[in-house]
């Protein structure tokens, strides 16, 4: 397959390009720097700048699938301008991705969007599935900050299903924490708390922690890509969510540590203005289920946070010994 993916720079988008690459298909990831290939990075990059259509929509045409991933990180305060980067970064790039489909005269036959987890409302008295998972728009007794990051996901699946694309089937990914031993990523943050005897419970550890291995992300991606039956949000994330106690106590386990510090909910506040991020990523209780995979016969390798912890601690440890 010949496979397209607009801002795949990240680390999700390396993840899967590199999958991708490995399974033998052609792959073009569209970055605003294009940089040559290398060892670890042998698929090609082509530059765009995210905000008009150029020469880098002739790359779609005849495409087989196109993975699209730009959105600016999350992981910052929620400033004015902050919010804004951060919806525009989705919402325009999917309106501009569409318009580069629409026109395209043999458009890619699949088209996959990132999309968020975090839409479903904040959650501990059951789990949520595309079917029956309750996505409030604006939940008067939760924080503000809750209220911005569903309103961006639903701004960001309307640009997504406005685009008129009627020959191309559209997914949107709504992805949980992917964990991968990846430098800086969301897994290897985590893991620093732990090996420095800070990774006890946050705040009450009562919210529920969704999240899905990178190995099961990418198989995911491919089985999406195969699997012609399934279009609409696709809730990408392990069938088996946990309290952030349960979460912790498993990753200290996995990594031989005995004892992490807690973090209550002031001491987290504090530790967010400092690390200019926002308590949300950790404290909103996200209990998300892959209704979807699960239906069509996606078997997960890592349904179960313990043996995924272990895996990836291991890993961690190659890739960085």
């Known amino acids: 397959m010949r496979i397209v993916i607009p801002g795949g720079s990240g680390q999700v988008g390396t993840l899967i390009a590199r999958d991708l690459f490995r399974a033998g298909h052609q792959v073009t990831v569209l970055s605003r720097s294009a940089a040559p290939t290398s060892p670890t990075h042998p698929w090609l990059t082509r530059q765009w700048d995210a905000r008009t259509l150029g020469t880098w929509t002739e790359l779609l045409e005849g495409a087989d699938a196109v993975i699209h ?56 008295d059951r789990g949520m599935d595309e079917a029956t998972g309750d996505i409030l728009p604006v939940d008067p007794g939760k924080p503000e900050t809750y209220n911005f990051s569903v309103g961006v996901g639903l701004a960001w699946e309307a640009a997504l299903n406005d685009a008129p694309t009627p020959r191309t089937r559209k997914v949107a990914l709504r992805a949980s924490m992917v ?14 708390l732990v090996r420095k005897g800070l990774g006890g419970t946050q705040g009450s550890g009562r919210q529920y922690v969704s999240w899905i291995h990178d190995q099961d992300y990418t198989r995911a991606i491919r089985f999406l890509l195969e699997t012609e039956s399934i279009s609409g949000p696709v809730n990408m994330t392990a069938p088996c969510p946990l309290t952030n106690a349960d979460f912790m106590r498993a990753l ?57 912890a272990q895996n990836l601690v291991r890993r961690s440890r190659t890739l960085h010994a």
């Open 69 to 124: 991933l730009s959105g600016r990180t999350v992981n910052c305060r929620y400033t004015p301008e902050n919010r804004r980067q951060i919806l525009e970064s989705r919402t325009l790039t999917t309106t501009l991705l569409g318009q580069a489909i629409a026109q395209a005269a043999a458009p890619p036959p699949i088209w996959l969007n990132a999309s968020t987890s975090t839409l479903y409302r904040d959650s501990t």
């Open 179 to 192: 964990m991968s031993p990846d430098r800086h990523g969301v897994f290897d943050v985590l893991l620093g």
């Open 252 to 308: 200290r386990a996995a990594n031989g540590t005995g004892f992490g510090l807690p973090a209550s909910r002031w001491m987290l506040a504090l530790g967010a203005i400092a690390m200019q991020t926002e308590t949300e990523l950790i404290l909103k209780s996200r209990r998300v289920l892959p209704g979807i995979l699960l239906d069509a016969g996606f078997e997960f390798i890592f349904p179960e946070w313990p043996r995924a």
